[in-house]
């Protein structure tokens, strides 16, 4: 049947076109969703760019048509008659043993010592590692014969003759590896003739073999052997290339590319929804295909298909699309997940921290005690699902997640089994689902080491801004216990969730270390005691009071699956009352300065000049808040009221210490800022003035 008359027919309402024979259609470009292709011979078929939404090719045959299978066996040919032609010359160098002269026969022993040592690195490791071996020793031997020339020692002739035959030897070895490996990787990519290509190669190493070693008397066993030996380890490694996936990709993802061409081709093409079931899809191009949802069950030599930058590109996950019920405690962290068929699915205890399962279907998926911490689950189908004992951290899920008819018992809402809710009992039929539908418009921010609330406040204000002021508004802060906080933050319906999640992650970092660059100066503190210090503001009202910049609202709401054990912290309006008056505080400052007395060598106008200056920049220092102007100006305050009375020595300790703890906030701040500008320039010359301070 032509791709002409199924277009029209599809045009004319027919979508039925099951067991008929497509070989070589074009169907680039057009709408056929929703048409049944199911047990169709659809090798050769172009489906490139087409609207394939909903549609079936249950039990469909793919591939290649038999002249395209022609076409490219005559390409193995050529790869194959290399690779004898290769094993062939290696054959007669190693015959050089047997000469009568020394210089041959060492020239042949170097060359099969590098031969053997190419074989042993090439089968335990891989072609690069070989490669890399002959590519040492060919950069040794060229080095070493350089030198031998250039000294012009008696043996330079036996010399350089036996470095290049080591060099030609490791050179061939490789070639010849690589030809028969490419050889046999092409042709296993789509045709059942690996016997074959090893016969054919050992036959063409053995007739190269006896045509050089006519000119040998008596030596013919040693080069058809060696040449035999040779080819007949490239093919195996090219076996070896298509069963392991992960031993040469580079050769195995060229030999597969090749392999798909003239095959049956999807590239670009709408498979949303597409059921594959069954089908044989050996050399299929699925390159940048869309593949939401696709149905691969069951699927024939979906390993040989070319599967692009799509989710079929993982092994893993390949093989879980396959076969759906074997993925129990499967490793997938960090996986791409996204729009995966996953329907019945067995994935009891597998680990997907972190994994994209955005568009993906579970439905009725055995998702018992499965790990799904941080998962981005946006459109993603739970119908039915069972979700017993899994741990659902931070999972990304908004109204677009489909939690309907969830059998669950209970979850963790933390790892390693803890913050079991509900805290005793299980969940009744439905109430999984109704508990959840509250938090289809909050972003949950889980810290795990307390939480610094003047880098939270920063951060939301930095995250409204990023996400073109979003509306954000806390709905709820939960206190663990352990410095363990959960703040859930409401975000409009349509706000991209996972953004904002990250966006925040992000930027809370930065505002962290910032904050505590300047804790560890301001209190020369360690590590453990910034921790320590975060752990301990528990009072988030008086903290967030001193901290905030501006009013933010926060609705007294909080989740009603929380366990006993939790600290739920409500807060109502909160807002910037807590400021000091700093103008207050510089004109204090200032008053002092002027009291310090005069001297006749005019040094006191110059001190006074300098700390008017310190206090200038403090005051119009826009890295420093409220809180720490104040701190750093009572420091100037500490260093006048000492100049008025030298003679004070506790005035003078205190002072002292004053000046060291500028310098040390100084070190927390930007070089070019104004305050750290003026402790490098103007607080030498005070203590100049004062060696006290010294």
């Known amino acids: 049947m032509k791709a002409a008359d199924v277009i029209k027919a599809y045009k004319n309402g027919e979508r039925n076109f099951q067991r008929k024979n497509l070989r070589g259609a074009n169907f680039k470009g057009h709408n056929l969703s929703g048409a049944d292709f199911s047990y169709c011979q659809i090798q050769g078929a172009n489906f490139s760019g087409a609207n394939l939404t909903n549609a079936k090719f249950i039990g469909a045959k793919a591939g290649l048509q038999k002249r395209w299978v022609m076409i490219l066996l005559l390409v193995v040919l050529v790869f194959i008659i290399l690779s004898s032609f290769f094993s062939t010359v290696l054959g007669y160098i190693v015959a050089f ?32 590692g070989g490669l890399m071996f002959v590519a040492g020793a060919g950069a040794g031997a060229f080095a070493l014969a350089i030198v031998v020339v250039l000294a012009g020692a008696f043996a330079t002739d036996a010399g350089v003759a036996i470095i290049l035959a080591g060099a030609l030897a490791g050179t061939c070895a490789f070639a010849g590896a690589v030809a028969g490996a490419v050889s046999v990787a092409f042709a296993g990519a789509f045709s059942k003739v690996e016997v074959f290509v090893g016969a054919f190669a050992v036959t063409g190493a053995v007739s190269f073999s006896q045509a050089f070693a006519k000119e040998l008397i008596g030596v013919i066993i040693l080069p058809v052997v060696s040449a035999g030996a040779l080819t007949l380890f490239a093919c195996f490694i090219g076996y070896l290339t298509l069963k392991d996936e992960t ?78 019920s074997s993925g129990q405690e499967k490793e997938l962290t960090r996986a791409n997940l996204r729009g995966a068929n996953l329907k019945e699915a067995n ?10 399962i955005s568009e993906a279907t579970f439905e009725y998926a055995n998702l018992s005690h499965v790990n799904l911490t941080e998962v981005n689950a946006v459109y993603t189908n739970f119908n039915s699902a069972y979700l017993t004992g899994a741990c659902i951290e931070n999972w990304n ?60 406040i920063e951060t939301m204000k930095t995250v409204q801004v990023q996400n073109e002021d979003t509306p954000l508004e806390v709905s709820s802060i939960e206190n663990k216990g352990d410095g363990v906080f959960v703040v859930k933050v409401k975000v409009p319906p349509d706000a991209n969730k996972e953004k904002i999640h990250q966006d925040f992650n992000e930027v809370y970092q930065l505002k962290l270390e910032a904050v505590e660059a300047k804790y560890k100066a301001q209190l020369e503190a360690k590590e453990t005691e910034i921790t320590i210090y975060r752990k301990q503001s528990i009072d988030m009202m008086e903290i967030v009071k001193t901290q905030a910049s501006r009013p933010i609202n926060v609705e007294a709401k909080t989740m009603n699956y929380s366990s006993d054990s939790s600290q739920n912290i409500s807060i109502g309006d909160i807002n910037n009352s807590g400021n000091l008056n700093i103008e207050k ?8 300065i002027n009291q310090i007395p005069e001297t006749k060598d005019n040094k006191n106008d110059e001190l006074k000049t300098l700390l008017q200056e310190l206090t200038q ?14 701190e750093a100006a009572n ?21 002292s210490r004053a000046v060291k703890l500028l310098e040390t906030l100084a070190k927390g701040l930007e070089p070019a800022t104004k305050l750290a500008t003026a402790c490098k320039v103007v607080l ?9 301070l010294a």
């Open 97 to 128: 043993i047997f000469k009568s002269d020394v210089e041959h026969q060492e020239s042949g022993w170097t060359a099969l010592i590098i031969i053997i040592i190419f074989y042993i690195i090439t089968f335990h490791k891989n072609l690069r």
């Open 247 to 324: 031993r040469d990709p580079w050769l195995r993802k060229i030999a597969i590319a090749f392999a798909a061409m003239g095959g049956t081709s999807f590239h670009k093409a709408n498979l949303t929804d597409t059921d594959f079931t069954g089908a044989t899809l050996k050399n299929t191009n699925f390159n940048k295909a869309i593949l939401t949802r696709t149905c691969f069950k069951d699927t024939i030599k979906l390993n040989l298909a070319r599967p692009g930058n799509t989710l079929l590109a993982n092994p893993t996950v390949r093989d879980l699309l396959i076969n759906p």
């Open 347 to 356: 994935l009891q205890g597998a680990n997907l921290k972190y994994a994209d």
């Open 397 to 456: 899920i908004d109204a677009t997640t489909i939690l309907d008819n969830i059998d669950c018992q209970y979850v963790y809402l933390l790892n390693n089994e803890k913050e079991r809710q509900p805290s005793s009992g299980d969940f009744q039929a439905g109430e999984f689902t109704e508990l959840f539908k509250e938090v289809f418009d909050t972003v949950d921010l889980i810290f795990r080491n307390g939480i610094d609330w003047k880098a939270f």
């Open 585 to 592: 505080l510089i004109k204090d400052i200032n008053n002092t």
């Open 617 to 630: 920049a403090i005051e119009t220092e826009n890295e420093l808040d409220e809180e720490e102007k104040v």
């Open 635 to 655: 420091k100037v305050k500490t260093i006048a009221e000492a100049s008025q009375n030298p003679e004070n020595e506790g005035l003078q300790k205190k002072a």
């Open 684 to 692: 030498p010359k005070i203590i100049s003035l004062l060696p006290f």
